[in-house]
T-cell receptor, first 114, second 115 residues
Framework: AQSVSQHNHHVILSEAASLELGCNYS??????LFWYVQYPGQHLQLLLK??????LVKGIKGFEAEFIKSKFSFNLRKPSVQWSDTAEYFC????????????FGTGTRLQVFP | KAGVTQTPRYLIKTRGQQVTLSCSPI?????VSWYQQTPGQGLQFLFE???????NKGNFPGRFSGRQFSNSRSEMNVSTLELGDSALYLC??????????????FGPGTRLTVL
């Protein structure tokens, strides 16, 4: 069965620190990859997406992610986090077979302290 | 452009009752998916609809059902509610079904509490 693993469940950083959140998936075929963010009290928002082409994708608010096909990974990065980045981050995969369903990782709770 | 809207936002029911949740997709979007979010199980796919047809269903019991109308609006129904059905139910819409570069946009969710 397809699955998505996010290895970091809870990350605590100080402002200006660099961030990298891991995401690995299990599926041998073609995939679409996403990172969603859920700020406290708000709904899921799309942070960035990968469909094809350049494996390094840039999203909103200075986030980027790199797709490494050989490692089945799609890690999220930000060089310098801000207090406003405090949120829960979800990696999601769509296996491009006969469905648009997203399979989500368990999420990573990020807390940034000033 | 208005986002995905879900009604009601909050709902409290008792065990054994049934509930209907509603979702209006972004204007022009024709595909709707539903997800359940709980602290223990995370985000899990319920079902997806396109052209008034259920295209796929997740691993949930038959008590969970849904439908889509000709205007792309969707409803989901849970019958004989159980305590474990307490969750945030999220609706997501996308332009088409199985489009190569499909993005799903999520609504704010309906928070269902079963007592």
């Amino acid at each position: 069965a397809q699955s998505v693993s996010q290895h970091n469940h809870h990350v605590i950083l100080s402002e200006a620190a660099s961030l990298e959140l891991g995401c690995n998936y299990s599926y041998g075929g073609t995939v679409n990859l996403f990172w969603y963010v859920q700020y406290p009290g708000q709904h899921l928002q799309l942070l960035l997406k990968y469909f094809s082409g350049d494996p390094l994708v840039k999203g909103i608010k200075g986030f980027e992610a790199e797709f490494i096909k050989s490692k089945f990974s799609f890690n999220l990065r930000k060089p310098s986090v801000q207090w406003s980045d405090t949120a829960e981050y979800f990696c999601a995969v769509n296996a491009r077979d006969n469905t648009d369903k997203l399979i989500f990782g368990t999420g990573t709770r990020l807390q940034v302290f000033p | 452009k208005a986002g995905v809207t879900q009604t009601p936002r909050y709902l409290i029911k008792t065990r054994g009752q049934q509930v209907t949740l509603s979702c209006s997709p972004i204007s022009g979007h024709r595909s709707v998916s539903w997800y359940q979010q709980t602290p223990g199980q995370g985000l899990q796919f319920l079902f997806e609809y396109f052209s008034e047809t259920q295209r796929n269903k997740g691993n949930f019991p038959g008590r969970f059902s849904g439908r889509q109308f000709s205007n792309s609006r969707s409803e989901m129904n849970v019958s004989t509610l159980e305590l474990g059905d307490s969750a945030l139910y999220l609706c997501a819409s996308s332009l088409e079904f199985r489009r190569k570069r499909n993005e799903q946009f999520f609504g704010p969710g309906t928070r269902l509490t079963v007592l």
